[in-house]
């Protein structure tokens, strides 16, 4: 009995001692998948039962200050694919084999995307309506389309990089459309459904519908019209000098308001990976340059300020100074004089800057430079600002000094250029430049409004008066005559600056052309800044090439803004309106000439024998009204007779090459002077010499 008894016992506690270790590994079991993995397993859980479909915001409306729309959403389809429905019709790759041929895509990347390990898989943004329509008619299991939305840019090239570009998930990637992403871009929604096992719909199980937010609409201060005639004008430049890149903004210098901002190379947003990826930069913002004459508004409102000059101020230039061991000189080493401090700015004295800037002194001077804002992005709302480059101060020595007066040595972008000089023309404030006027909701509710913002006081009131007045006798008596506009107080100052060799030194035979110009300067309205890096052909200076770009897109907007004309009543406006400009027929054969005259609305009458026009009444860059006369004088001169004679052309404005090729032709020899463009020549226009005279031509660069 006790045998018995003692077994018993012994199997009980064997019976007890492996129920409590199964009790403990089933303990630990249900431990370790409950809280060690317990997150883990019940999303998966989550994901075998649910289909969670994302639903993406519309991004919002971008428009110019005028309500024009500049960029918008359109509908498109996308077409997805539920992985486990998929791979349950056991019938993954003739489902892929379909689509591939549908969508024009490899067949093997389809079907790894369609029978991947997840809940969701996008195969394909912004198909076409026919392929979305194809897709339908399949009714293939697992695969289905969304609803989504895509940028469209309705103006294409149009203020491309300002507005920037949107990618295939709908974010923003360059220009307002990445700086603003937030604010554009919405939030996403969700469609949540719940399925059985096999993958069949629940009918009251979790169907739910998170509604996406769409996007706040943007409103820039760009003007649309104003934006137009700056690209036109940038594109002509572009075609006819073939430049290496080229950019203009066009500012409110009172607000920091953007007006226009254009760059080339250009692209369209709606197809922009047809373009290489270098025509997406903004020229306008993303890359220094030397700025050279351009640079000399700022040291002049320096000098003005900390009193070093005035307006009585006298300067005598020989031609060169020298600084230490080396020698500066005046373009083409040309002496000009006597001079007071107006006239060092209108005809671009080196000489008489450096002066000043070595008057100043380094402090000074750089209490200016980092009082207009240079060596630091200005702060404008779109990505990838350039700060510019400076001599650092603790390294800057007299040379640099005199050769940064002067607009060398350092680097700055466009905007903080356009910025600077803002400040100089409009009461001596530094502006925060912005791009954004307003963000409203879907309802034209302001959520946030973006005013002015004055960064700092540069000058005073006085100084910046003065220099308004300096700036328009550059244009009207100086190196920016080019940028002349009748009735308009115009200012401005060109620049053409040698470029940088990337090893160092300056490159022999690439410069920057540019201009900056105001309008009015009686009451600043307009600033526009033009930069043309490495134009083609002669002449390259920023007086020929970028000022009359300014002048063009000064003379449409100041007429588009209805700024009146000075001086005259609104019949005599409306009656320069029908005015066109006399084009340059000299030197042309009588063929160009008329087509020339005919093209602007003139008629031509022609006076004496030949082919060649000697001159013309009244002269190119006069204003008639349209269907007036122009009077065109024709050369007696005929080649196959050797001892005629022949009536001396008009040569003022041609390059050297020219001259010389316009002379060869008539029979004439060179003699030429300094080089340049052609200034004075002797014998005078419309003398009548025999052939194979000689003409005496003097050149004189032009800053």
Not at 497 to 524: H, M, R, W
Request: with cysteine; net charge neutral; glycine share 10%.
């Amino acid at each position: 009995m006790q045998t018995t008894s003692l077994l018993v016992r012994k199997r009980i506690a064997t019976l007890f001692f492996l129920f409590t270790v199964a009790f403990l590994l089933l303990g630990g079991r249900i431990f370790w998948l409950q809280f060690v993995r317990g997150a883990e397993l019940s999303e998966q859980a989550s994901q075998n039962r649910m289909r969670d479909v994302p639903v993406k915001a519309k991004r919002g409306i971008i428009y110019d200050r005028n309500g024009q729309e500049l960029a918008l959403s359109i509908s498109t389809d996308a077409v997805y694919a539920i992985p486990a429905e998929v791979r349950k019709s056991n019938d993954a790759k003739n489902i892929a084999r379909q689509l591939a041929k549908i969508l024009e895509v490899d067949e093997d990347k389809i079907y790894k995307r369609i029978t991947r390990q997840s809940s969701f898989e996008y195969i394909q943004h912004k198909i076409t309506p026919e392929q979305a329509k194809q897709i339908r008619a399949l009714n293939l299991p697992g695969i289905d389309l969304a609803e989504e939305s895509r940028r469209f840019y309705p103006k294409g090239e149009l203020a491309s990089h300002i507005l920037g570009i949107s990618g295939t998930d709908n974010t923003g990637l360059e220009g307002i459309d990445c700086y603003y992403d937030e604010i554009v871009g919405g939030k996403k929604g969700r469609i949540v459904i719940e399925h059985d096992a096999v993958g069949r719909d629940i009918a009251d199980a979790t169907h739910k519908y998170i509604a996406p937010i769409d996007g706040s609409n943007l409103i820039l201060t760009i003007d649309e019209t104003i934006q137009y005639i700056t690209e036109r004008e940038l594109d002509k430049v572009f075609a006819e000098r073939k430049p290496k890149r080229a950019a203009v903004i066009v500012m409110d210098p009172n607000t920091g308001e953007i007006l226009a901002m254009a760059s080339r190379p250009g692209f369209d947003p709606n197809h922009y990976g047809d373009y290489p990826a270098a025509n997406r930069r903004n020229f306008a913002i993303n890359d220094a340059f030397e700025p050279g004459s351009t640079m000399k508004i700022t040291t002049a409102a320096a000098a003005l300020e900390e009193g070093v000059a005035n307006k009585e101020s006298h300067f005598y230039c020989p031609g060169s100074v020298k600084v230490g061991k080396e020698t500066i000189k005046c373009s083409g080493g040309k002496a000009h004089g006597e001079q007071t401090f107006a006239e060092i700015l209108e005809v671009s004295c080196n000489v008489g800057f450096v002066k000043l800037g070595l008057e100043m002194g380094i402090n000074s001077y750089y209490k200016y430079l980092y009082g207009f804002g240079f060596g630091k992005p200005t702060g404008i709302d779109l990505p990838g600002e350039a700060a510019g480059i400076l001599v650092p101060k603790q390294r800057c020595k007299q040379i640099d000094l005199a050769t940064m007066a002067m607009g060398q040595a350092n680097a700055v972008t466009p905007i903080q250029l356009t910025n600077a000089v803002s400040s100089v023309v409009n009461g001596g404030k530094l502006m925060k430049p912005h791009l954004v006027k307003k963000v409203v909701d879907n309802q034209g509710q302001v959520i946030k409004e973006y005013k002015p913002t004055v960064v700092r006081r540069v000058i005073s009131e006085q100084s910046s008066k003065e220099m308004c007045s300096i700036l328009e006798g550059e244009v009207t008596n100086g190196t920016g005559r080019n940028a002349y506009i009748e009735g308009y107080h115009v200012g401005g100052k060109t620049g053409t600056a040698q470029k940088i060799a990337p090893g160092g030194g300056y490159l022999a035979n690439e410069y920057v052309a540019s201009f900056i110009g105001i309008a009015p300067c009686t009451d600043p309205r307009l600033v526009v800044m033009v930069v043309v890096d490495a134009p083609k052909g002669y002449p390259y200076y920023g007086g020929w090439v970028a000022a009359p770009v300014a002048k063009e897109i000064l003379k449409d907007s100041l007429h588009y803004l209805k700024v009146p004309i000075d001086g005259i009543t609104e019949e005599e406006q409306a009656r320069a309106h029908n005015q066109v400009v006399v084009p340059d027929v000299v030197n042309l054969p009588l063929a160009d000439a008329l087509s020339a005259l005919n093209a602007r609305g003139l008629k031509a009458k022609v006076q004496g024998n030949g082919n060649i026009v000697w001159q013309q009444t009244p002269r190119s860059s006069s204003k008639l009204e349209r269907g007036s006369q122009v009077i065109i004088y024709l050369s007696p001169y005929d080649q196959q007779q050797k001892d005629s004679q022949v009536t001396v052309p008009d040569l003022q404005g041609k390059s050297m090459k020219e001259v010389a090729r316009i002379l060869a032709d008539l029979g004439l020899h060179l003699v030429p002077e300094g080089h340049g463009l052609a200034e004075e020549q002797v014998p005078a226009p419309g003398k009548v010499v025999t052939r194979g005279s000689s003409i005496r031509v003097k050149f004189q660069s032009n800053p």
